[in-house]
């Protein structure tokens, strides 16, 4: 059975970082595509980063490229999204997923879901 678990999630003032944590049991992230996204309320839910190739390749919505930064720790089976210079619009519930069939900052194809930490930047 898949879990995925974030953490790291919390209040912050504008210019604030935080780091967030997903971690899995029952499946390997290894070479598959992970990605971190986010819904605000009343509001779509939206890629922010994914990554694959086991750390080789990432990408980012341009709302938050040159202020996130996604990576992978293999041995510890972890996907991090460290955020920098966060702003009161990054506020939302920011998930992990994963189990795409693609490299894809879409949501829908992602099978499996963690339960989300609450991310609130306030000005």
């Known amino acids: 059975q898949v879990q995925l678990v974030e953490s790291g999630g919390g209040s912050v003032q504008a210019g604030g970082s935080l780091r967030l944590s997903c971690a899995a049991s029952g499946y390997t992230f290894g070479n598959n595509c992970v990605g971190w996204f986010r819904q605000a309320p009343g509001k779509e839910r939206e890629g922010v980063a994914i990554i694959w190739a086991g750390g080789g390749g990432t990408d980012y919505a341009a709302s938050v490229k040159g202020r996130f930064t996604i990576s992978q720790d293999n041995a510890k089976n972890t996907v991090y999204l460290q955020m920098n210079s966060l702003k009161p619009e990054d506020t939302a519930m920011y998930y992990c997923?994963?189990?795409?069939?693609?490299?894809?900052?879409?949501?829908?194809?992602?099978?499996?879901w963690g339960q989300g930490t609450q991310v609130t930047v306030s000005s």
């Open positions: 997923a994963t189990g795409s069939r693609f490299v894809s900052m879409s949501a829908r194809w992602y099978k499996h």
